[in-house]
């Protein structure tokens, strides 16, 4: 295959001439090979990436309802989002809620474990696959509905409790409680950022705290002073890809409520109501509309995030 | 600044492992001693003893009288400076330089005129305000000093801090650090596997191998008297040429040795018997081409002729297929494939036995 250009330009050198080969001759001989490796993901990025998303952008413009031919109504459902819908206003106050709890209190988990096993111990990778499972496992229904049999009236963690003598609540049941299990469901699932903050820690320079142990810092300055600062681009990453996450999440919410976003919606997860839209409601085009609102949110988060990036985020090079 | 260190048996292991073989050193007050030898010697982890920086596996460590083993680095009055600089990439070099003293929980006020002083002695105030990475290597590294003057410490420990620097910037701050131990006259320990800072540097040189100290002296004693076959190849550039040679005669006066198809007499006693193989060894800049001025060593093959402006150098061969660097002095025209014939001066030669031990 490779030998098509080569003998182009050995002719075109002999006989003084350029020979320059057309545009699709080039394409078949020289580049098809490489398109042909990069069709599963051409087919992947156009077929369910790309064609899905401006499917959705059209819909969302239109009043779709899975059963009859869309129709155009412009920005009807974004105005109805923002101002005739009462579980849009109730399904934010969900999500934010929970994604400013979640991520912070994952993310300072996520960090504590990561110092813990950054100190050389003995069986680290043991402990780093075992701290890395929840990670794997925590998203998934089985999890779910193990979490809802943990944190029910009846559940084991009340069994637990009882031992004490606390007749604890229905956790998830409770509208004051059920939100909070759901955060603790999160931070458990703290493996991932983990595994990447202790990648961080291991590109800190031993020598720094050799010379912060010199001058007789303790290993709390150290920390504050040397190692969270030389993590901030770790932090940083960290906090992004977990508040997208957090936006996301739909799983657990969906089976510990029985997709219904109870008790009193304090479970409406802004992605369990796109689904009820969508799905329980078929108003597709509306769904559509809400999904390229959070797509807003999101974007509107990560992008003040990097600009405020340049004054918490130091980067060494 | 008086300060003096002793080890006493100092020995350092990692499990079963020794890399350090009970070390026993005075270092004077006000000197500057170098720690020199090959990669893997024992040095850096001598230095990182003394800062505390490894605990020590036996022996001890005295700086001023006190035993140091179980204090903590910050408390033995000592400021190191590292291959690496250890500059927090995320503070001024204002910051880096008050680190310390933040931490030892001195006010602003006393802060601002001991980094000021200590910018001035390097010339770094310019650069206060900068982050490391806006430095070049030679500002990094004097940044890196400076933090070390700012704690006006006791004792100076250096781990190689001129080896990411390029050949002109080493020589430059070679001397920038000499300097500096004129002016600060404090005790100072410096680490290196180039012997020719080692040379340049040191008042005193401390020569390393295999976790053992082979020689201790000064740069010159080392250079004249090596006590042992590893010392004289290490010290000096280029390194001694090293001959096979056999002891024919010897007596308390002189010795008659034959190497390189000759034999040559000296005027000393040899610590050998007659019949016994030993090394000849002698400078490369020791030995001449002018009839008359020592003892013919041999003919050989001029093999290649380096010019490096004040001397020449020739790598040559002998008749027995061993080889010999000469350098001479000036710019010498040397034609390539020619013979010569190398004279050297006897009392400049060296004869080591068959443990490397000066003979």
């Known amino acids: 295959m490779t030998a098509h250009p080569f003998s182009a330009a050995d002719s075109a050198s002999t006989s003084g001439r350029a020979v320059t080969p057309s545009f699709w001759s080039r394409l078949w001989t020289r580049d098809a090979p490489g398109y042909l490796f990069l069709l599963p993901w051409f087919i992947g990025f156009f077929g369910l990436t790309l064609g899905p998303m401006l499917t959705s952008l059209y819909l969302s413009f239109t009043d779709f309802d899975l059963l009859t031919s869309p129709n155009w109504v412009g920005m009807d459902n974004y105005t109805r989002i923002f101002t005739a819908d009462p579980k849009f206003a109730a399904s934010m106050r969900v999500t934010f809620f929970f994604v400013i709890f979640s991520v912070p209190l994952k993310l300072a988990f996520a960090l504590a474990v990561a110092l813990l096993l950054n100190r050389g111990m003995r069986g680290l990778p043991l402990y780093r696959a075992v701290f890395y499972l929840p990670s794997l496992l925590g998203a998934s229904v089985a999890i779910a509905v193990l979490w809802r049999q943990l944190f029910a009236g009846d559940g084991v963690v009340n069994d637990f409790l009882a031992i004490f003598g606390i007749e604890g609540p229905s956790w998830i049941s409770n509208p004051r409680y059920s939100l909070w299990t759901l955060i603790v469901l999160s931070v458990w699932q703290f493996g991932s950022p983990m595994i990447i903050f202790l990648a961080g820690l291991r590109q800190i320079p031993q020598d720094m705290y050799e010379a912060a142990s010199l001058d007789g810092a303790s290993k709390a300055r150290m920390f504050w002073k040397i190692t969270l600062p030389l993590l901030t681009p770790v932090v940083f990453f960290n906090a992004v890809i977990q508040t997208i996450d957090a936006f996301k999440s739909f799983t657990p919410a969906f089976i510990i409520s029985g997709g219904t976003g109870n008790p009193i919606n304090s479970t409406l997860f802004y992605t369990l109501y796109l689904y009820q839209e969508a799905f329980g409601f078929f108003r597709m085009g509306y769904a559509s509309a809400l999904a390229w609102v959070l797509l807003a949110i999101v974007a509107a988060f990560t992008g003040f995030s990097f600009l405020t990036s340049k004054y918490w985020v130091h980067y060494d090079e | ?181 004129n002016d600060l006259g404090n005790t100072m320990v410096y680490v290196t596997h180039d012997q020719v800072e080692a040379m340049t540097m040191a008042d005193k040189i401390v020569v390393l191998n295999s976790g053992n100290i082979e020689q201790v002296g000064t740069p010159l004693d080392l250079y004249n008297n090596p006590r042992n076959q590893f010392v004289a190849g290490f010290i000096g550039s280029p390194k001694m040429n090293f001959l096979t040679a056999q002891l024919k005669s010897v007596d308390s006066k002189s010795a008659l040795v034959h190497t390189g198809g000759h034999d040559l007499g000296l005027n000393r006693a040899v610590a050998a018997k007659a019949g016994d193989t030993l090394t000849f060894g002698v400078r490369p800049e020791h030995i001449t081409l002018n009839e008359g001025s020592g003892l013919k060593l041999g003919d050989m093959r001029v093999d290649l002729v380096e010019q490096l402006g004040g001397a020449t150098l020739l790598y040559t061969t002998l008749p027995d297929g061993q080889s010999l660097a000469i350098s001479l002095e000036g710019q010498r025209s040397v034609a390539l494939g020619s013979e010569v014939t190398a004279y050297v001066d006897p009392d400049r030669c060296h004869l080591f036995d068959g443990t490397g031990a000066a003979a």
């Open chain 2, 1 to 181: 600044m008086t300060t003096s260190v002793v080890l006493q048996k100092v020995v350092k292991a990692y499990g079963d492992i020794e890399v350090v073989h009970g070390i026993d050193l005075t270092i004077d007050p006000g000197e500057f001693v170098v720690f020199v030898g090959p990669s893997g010697c024992g040095k850096s982890t001598l230095l990182r003893m003394i800062a505390g920086l490894e605990p020590i596996t036996g022996g001890d460590l005295v700086i001023d009288g006190e035993r140091m083993n179980d204090v903590p680095p910050a408390k033995r009055g000592i400021a190191m400076v590292f291959q690496s600089y250890a500059l927090y990439p995320h503070m001024s070099v204002y910051k880096n330089l008050a680190f310390g003293l933040e931490t030892a929980g001195l006010k602003k006020a006393e802060i601002e005129p001991r980094v000021q002083r200590a910018a001035e002695i390097l010339q770094i105030v310019p650069l206060l305000g900068r982050k490391p990475r806006a430095l070049s290597g030679g500002q990094r590294q004097r940044v890196a000093i400076g933090r070390a003057i700012v704690r006006e410490p006791r004792l100076f420990l250096f781990d190689e801090p001129l080896s990411n620097l390029d050949a002109e910037l080493r020589v430059q701050m070679r001397v920038e650090i000499a300097k500096l131990h």
